[in-house]
């Protein structure tokens, strides 16, 4: 990695407490560059992103985010978090890697409904999907990634099919489960 060290806008020492946990223990800005980044609010999570977890498990070395980027040096209980403002040729290495990931995401998607869903021409079986969907969730609570996987349907499928049974008041949101929708029959 190529940088100068006028791309490091601050530093920061997060120790760590038996009884307490992380916490701030100094920090020193260098520059005005940034300050869209609060430390004293952020040393927990910092800690916990570079620190987390059992010894087995891989940690991360850096942190990219939108508008900075954090390097971490671990020294016993300790880390030592440098913040850097990145440079032109990171925002367009991002760029490119969010058009890669595009591709490959619309790639996945083409095999996955190709592989696992069902034709969108037979009326027949979404009729019948729409028929069976509330009597299965009469006095159960699914999510939709559930429901999709039982009928082997593709995300916008089943969206589909949901949307248009609670528009006919067939079924309604009952709660979320983390970032799913969990449905029950009406």
Known sequence: MNFTENEIFGAALIGFDMIDGPFLKWKKEFSQVNKSVNLDDFAMNFYLAFRGGNESVKKPRAILYDKFYIVAFPKD??????????????????????????????????????DKSIDDSDENTIEEIKRLIPNLLNGTKMTTPELRRYFKLSNSQIWKIMSDLENSKKIKRADKKGRSILWTAI
């Not at 032109?88 to 190709?114: G, H, P, V, W, Y």
């Open 77 to 114: 209980l300790e880390l030592c978090c440098l913040f850097m403002k990145p440079k032109n040729a990171i925002d367009n290495n991002i760029n490119q890697l969010n058009k890669i990931a595009s591709r490959i995401i619309t790639e996945m998607e083409i095999d996955e409904t190709d």
